[in-house]
């Protein structure tokens, strides 16, 4: 096909571009205080510059893999911006396999986001008071859900080494935040967040909730 061997990356400009909206998003939702805090945004920020540098500026990940990959997989272009998406190339290369890729992706980055815009709004509407309601009725960390299947989404869409290392410290960095602030909440509130907790998954609640954890309605107005 012409024009799929031109090489399509070099683009800085724009990739420096994307950290900064996708950062400017997350961090409207996710608004760091402390030094936990900081230091779980700094590994999402090093995830994401690691995950654009790749994308649009230098395809190192799939240059790296095309002495092997060349061979199983002849759709392979590394500079074809297209054919540089590791999982469209494992499945063969093809329109569909491309549309399934950034379907799921970007299915998984609006999920998230969802949970980070709802989880903001019920936590400023209840001005320090206990949440229990709404999404949190469902997780007690719903914004952390959400920017997990954000970070999810991107290594669908475009998996590299840097990425698929840095996001299990990621995880783990939020995971240990989540453990700081709850002892935080239950000094702060007793015996109604412990029993908040008993109840109530913390990240990802069972299968058949997962509409309703996506869907409730959420007001600013709302008081808790």
């Known amino acids: 096909m012409h024009g799929e061997n031109e090489y399509a990356y070099g683009m800085w400009v724009v990739a420096a571009f994307n950290v900064g909206i996708f950062l400017f ?5 996710l608004k760091p205080r402390g030094s936990d805090e900081w230091r779980g945004m700094g590994v999402v920020t090093a995830f ?3 995950l654009f540098a790749e994308m649009y500026g230098f395809p190192l990940t799939i240059y790296l893999l095309t002495g092997w990959l060349g061979d199983a997989y002849p ?3 590394p500079f074809n911006h297209k054919l540089g998406h590791l999982w469209v190339v494992v499945l063969g290369g093809s329109d569909l396999a491309w549309a399934i890729v950034m379907g799921l992706s ?3 980055m609006l999920m998230g986001y969802m949970l980070l815009s709802k989880g903001w709004t019920q936590i400023h509407a209840a001005r320090g008071g206990l949440v229990t309601d709404g999404i949190y009725a ?4 719903p914004q952390y859900t959400g920017l997990f299947l954000v970070i999810i989404g991107f290594l669908v869409q475009w998996p590299t080494l840097l990425t698929v290392l840095m996001a299990p410290v990621m995880l783990y960095a939020y995971v240990h935040l989540a453990r700081v602030e709850e002892r935080r909440a239950e000094a702060e509130f007793g015996e109604a967040y412990n029993e908040y907790v008993r109840k109530t998954p913390a990240f990802f609640p069972p299968f058949d909730q997962w509409k309703a954890f996506l869907t409730v ?6 008081a808790h």
């Open 25 to 29: 998003f997350i961090l409207s939702f």
């Open 106 to 108: 970007l299915l998984l």
């Open 75 to 77: 759709a392979l272009q």
């Open 48 to 50: 994401l510059v690691a």
């Open 138 to 141: 469902y997780a007690r960390h």
């Open 217 to 222: 309605e959420v007001k600013s107005e709302e």
